[in-house]
């Protein structure tokens, strides 16, 4: 069982005029964030199927997937980790963890973080310290910042916010919209678990917020709550 295995899968079901359309929309183009991607075409559920197949790669094999110049080969590898990391064993989740930082640079467009990195990185850091975000937050690279944003999902399941709330004080004057999307994506979340505490931290610091990071946040406030934000 080796990655080959895993790509000559993907191959197969690859969909050209679906992958134009990808392409398109994961911002490829010169100068945009995804410069320079490459799809086949393929839908996640397929993705997935191949995935739980393939579930007992070796984390080496699967490395091979997730640095593959195809985004289907490296989403697909990291949904394998994904996957691997539920398993028990703290020795499984931290050999993943480590792989999983060592490769953040292929872990290039906004799928691959969001489908990976609450499960692997903050999952992980549940009952440990949690430097290594605020490290990932202040590197000058969009998809660490993201990780480190998104990673703390976790967190919020299980009614822990300050780490989100810290990250996203670092981050709110970040230029990239997808920061800001994160952001306000992350405070959402804390908001459906604890209202009090998302207005709390947006009383603080609503002066300074994106427009985008402040309309996903409140997106689930009623009409006047939101217009009140709006306004301020």
């Known amino acids: ?20 359309f990808f392409k398109r929309f994961f911002k490829t183009g010169p100068g945009q964030y995804g410069e320079g991607d490459e799809f086949l075409g393929l839908s996640v559920p397929q993705q997935r199927i191949i995935a739980q197949t393939y579930r007992l790669l070796p984390p080496e094999e699967t490395e091979k ?3 593959d110049p ?13 996957n691997q990391v539920k398993r028990p064993g703290e020795e499984n989740r931290r050999l993943i963890f480590d792989y999983y930082l060592r490769n953040k640079n292929f872990v290039n467009n ?6 990976s990195c609450p499960g692997i990185v903050g999952n992980y850091l549940l009952n440990k310290d949690r430097s290594v975000l605020y490290e990932l937050a202040q590197e000058n690279h969009l998809w660490s910042q993201r990780i480190a944003m998104v990673s703390t999902l976790a967190f919020i399941r299980k009614n822990q916010f300050q780490d989100t709330f810290q990250i996203a004080e670092l981050l709110l004057s970040h230029r990239h919209d997808l920061i800001h999307k994160a952001v306000g994506w992350m405070l959402r979340e804390v908001g459906k678990k604890n209202p009090d505490a998302l207005e709390e931290f947006l009383h603080d610091h609503a002066g300074r917020f994106p427009r985008t990071a402040l309309r996903y946040a409140i997106e689930r406030f009623d009409p006047v709550r939101r217009k009140y934000y709006l306004d301020l």
């Open 1 to 20: 069982m080796t990655h080959q295995n895993v790509k000559a899968e993907l191959l197969a079901l690859a969909v050209p005029e679906k992958a134009v």
């Open 65 to 67: 997937l997730v640095r």
């Open 70 to 82: 195809f985004h289907e080969c490296r989403l697909t590898g990291l949904i394998i980790w994904t």
């Open 110 to 115: 906004w799928d691959l973080v969001d489908t």
